[in-house]
């Protein structure tokens, strides 16, 4: 066993034990090293990985919304139609290289994840390695960060809840204007 496995294998130990774990993952991620080498081996050819789209993204938030939609057509959507156009943006922003991908590998009785990034010809760059209990507690965090995507077997996301980012990221900005 290498020191990179060992490095994970503490990890999973401390938190299967109830420990404390943030100042190892903190080690962890800052390791460029440690990343690539055990991420890749466990994540390279795993299929078992989910699309990201950061709240900024779909929405638009740093942009003029103007320069992308009709101002009408987004305030006249109702509850069914914003859930359309959100998964409708989530999927436009995969088809675009603008996603991100959260990465799954079950370790023990635990799950570690880890964000990837397409950084074109260098491959998948992995950042924000993360240990939880389930894959839909790794999810939740996603949402708490401002991530969105399209519900899966792990996470459903409430159409409430979409349409309430809706009305903050779109209703509201338009009525400022």
């Known amino acids: 066993m290498n020191d990179f496995s ?3 294998d ?3 130990s401390s938190f ?3 420990l404390t774990v943030e100042s190892l993952l903190a080690d962890i991620n800052a390791n460029e090293d440690l ?3 055990w991420l890749y081996e466990h994540f390279s050819n795993s299929d078992e990985f989910f699309f990201i789209v950061h709240k900024s993204e779909v929405f638009r938030t740093d942009d003029d919304l103007y320069e992308y939609f009709d101002q009408d057509t987004l305030l006249q959507m109702g509850d069914d139609q914003v859930v359309a156009f959100i998964n409708s943006r989530i999927d436009s922003c995969i088809d675009q290289g603008d996603a991100l991908a959260v990465h799954f590998h079950e370790v023990s009785q635990s799950i570690i994840s880890a964000i990837g990034e397409s950084w074109g ?3 998948i760059h992995f950042v924000d390695i993360d240990i939880t209990d389930t894959r839909a507690e790794r999810f939740q965090k996603l949402l708490d960060e401002g991530y969105l995507f399209v519900s899966n077997e792990h996470i459903v996301i409430l159409e409430e809840f979409l349409v309430e980012k809706y009305q903050k990221f779109i209703r509201d900005r338009l009525k400022c204007v």
């Open 6 to 8: 060992d490095n994970f």
């Open 10 to 12: 503490q990890l999973v």
């Open 16 to 18: 299967e034990s109830g």
């Open 35 to 37: 990343k690539c080498e």
């Open 121 to 123: 010809q260098e491959g």
